[in-house]
Structure formats: C-alpha cells, structure tokens
C-alpha cells in the first residue's frame, strides 16, 4: 500500500514548530515552580510547627502542657540575574505569628466553676510579648478542661516568642457568671464590669446593664453588691456607702436614684467608686463582686479587683440610663 504522497514533508515541515512549543511549555514550568516556591515559603514556615512539652505546676488549677512555635525558616537568597523592589506600603503591620499553648483547667473544688485565665507569652529575656485573656466555663467539679490559646498576630518588630506562662486566674460559680457575649440570660437582662478609669489614687469603675430581653426591665436606685474574696466568701469591714460623696467629689455629682425603665435594647450604667489610699492596718483587695440588679434579680458575679487599701469605704452610684445600645438578643 502506497503511503500518500506530502505526509512526510508537512511532518517535517511542523517539527521545528513542536520543538518551539516543548521549550516554550519548559520554561513556563520552571517559571511557574519558582512562583509556587517564593509563594509557600511564609505558609511552610507558619505550618511547621515546634511543639515543646512544658512541665508547669500552674496557678489555681490551670497550667500550660505545651508550647507551639513556627519554626524560624532560612532567609531566601536573591537571585544574581533578578532585582527584587520591595514596597514599605505593602510590609505588614500585624502578622498572625503562629504562636500557640495548650493549656488545661483542672476543678479541685465542689462546685461547676467558669474560669477566666490571663495567659502571658514571653521572649527570651523573660519580657511579656503578649497576653491573651481565655474564658472557660461550666468546668465541673474534678473534672479537667483542655484548650489552646493562640497568641495571634504580633507586629514585626515583636521579640520571639519562647515561652508562655499562666498570669492570672479568676473562678466565679458558673451560675453566676457574666453572660457571654453576644448571648443573653434567661433573666433578658446582662451585667457586666468595664476595667475602670485610675487617676492619683482614685478608683472608678462602670457596671452595666443591658436589657437584651424582649419586655421592659426596670430597676430603681443602686446596685445590690456583695463583696467576696479569692475563695468567692464574704469579705468583713468595708463599708457599702449610697453614692460617692463621701469619697471624692472629683469625679461628679451623684444623680438621684430614681426608677429607671429600660426598653428591649436599652442600657443602664452604675459605679463604683473607691480611694485605695494606704495608710495603718493591713491592705483589703476585693477580687469579686456579687451584683442583683435590684432586689430578687438573679446575681451575677463580676471580677474588678477593687484595690481598696485601708480605707474600709466603697462608693457606690445609682443607676441611671446610658445611650450604650445593647443587641436585642431574647433570652437563652
């Protein structure tokens, strides 16, 4: 059989062009796999991960077992036949350093307790980088609760972090724990303490009440407190005062308790107001505070570690509306 004439010569004629494509289809992939290498060098070195077990004894039944860090990857070498332009609009400000501990909360006591832990991460030099603040409820009575904590994104000029440890630890009764945000109590209504406002010696801090409800909540006159220590007992000798006259009058006039009604969404604010003045006799700190709204709401205990000194007195100011909104939730 006779192969038709003109098939060789055109096949002939196309081979220079096939060998143009082959090198053509080369250097694409090798430009191709340069880009890939240049582009995963960051999230190689954020996934690589050196995970160091710690031997922590821990503070009030929280300690960190491990620590994670990314480890520190070779700087690349320019290229002798490229330039590289680097754009100082285009550098981060606040890199996720890919810094984690695992951490565990054991409860040694007899009741179900929402722990709130102050962790604190630390360059070699022992200096504190960053601390994150981690909330752990409903931990029941011998039992132990594991989590992590991510330091989260640090800025470049940052030390290197080399180790974490446990900072501080409040335990309230789970049942009396501050509402988690963004949710609301079965009551409709949300206390909170802000971290306060310090200037020569005086103490003011705000506690608010959001009705995130759905029916109109009213309160009139101040806040129910009772002030507890680090075992969550009463603390004996300080003086509850009606109004922060007798502290200072530096930072206001009290308004007149009067009834306050709150709209789904409305909010209401008091405060508490203290010297921490130093002086003969032995120093009070009041790490928590049991707040009713008015009497007969359900109690709520807060942490604002109220440095008292041996002043004995706690102002108190009653409540009055605020324009700080709350998200109408409904109860939980």
Avoid at 86 to 105: F, H, I, Q
Avoid at 200 to 205: A, H
Wanted: hydrophobic share 35%; with cysteine.
């Amino acid at each position: 059989m006779r192969r038709p004439a003109g098939l060789r010569p055109a096949f002939a004629a196309t081979a220079p062009f096939l060998s143009v494509l082959a090198a053509t289809a080369l250097l694409l992939t090798a430009c191709g796999t340069e880009h890939a290498d240049a582009g995963s060098t960051g999230a190689d070195a954020a996934a690589s991960q050196e995970g160091t077990r710690i031997d922590d004894p821990g503070k009030d039944g929280v300690r960190i077992t491990s620590l994670a860090l990314p480890s520190p990857s070779p700087s690349p070498s320019p290229s002798p036949s490229r330039s590289y332009v680097v754009s100082a609009e285009r550098l981060p400000t606040n890199v996720d350093s890919g810094v984690s501990a695992a951490y565990e909360v054991t409860n040694e006591g007899t009741e179900t307790l929402t722990y709130t832990v102050v962790f604190t991460f630390r360059s070699d030099d022992g200096g504190a980088v960053t601390d994150r603040t981690e909330t752990v409820r409903d931990v029941g009575p011998g039992q132990t609760v594991r989590g992590t904590v991510r330091a989260g994104g640090l800025p470049p000029t940052a030390p290197r972090v080399t180790g974490a440890e446990v900072l501080e630890v409040t335990k309230v009764p789970a049942g009396e724990a501050p509402a988690e945000a963004g949710t609301c109590p079965a009551s409709g209504v949300r206390v909170s303490v802000d971290k306060g406002d310090a200037a020569m010696g005086l103490r003011v801090v705000g506690l608010h009440l959001d009705n995130c409800g759905t029916r109109a909540y009213t309160v009139e006159g101040y806040p129910l407190l009772e002030l507890l220590d680090e075992d969550l007992e009463p603390v004996d000798g300080v003086e509850i005062l009606d109004g922060s006259g007798e502290i200072t009058t530096g930072a206001g006039p009290d308004g007149p308790p009067r009834p306050v009604r709150l709209a789904p969404g409305e909010s209401a604010a008091a405060g508490l107001v203290w010297r921490n003045t130093t002086e003969f006799g032995t120093a009070v700190n009041v790490p928590h505070v049991r707040v009713r709204a008015k009497e007969g709401a359900d109690p709520v205990t807060v942490t604002p570690h109220l440095d008292l000194g041996t002043t004995g007195k706690l102002g108190v100011r009653p409540w009055e509306k605020t324009e700080r909104q709350a998200v109408p939730d409904g109860p939980m």
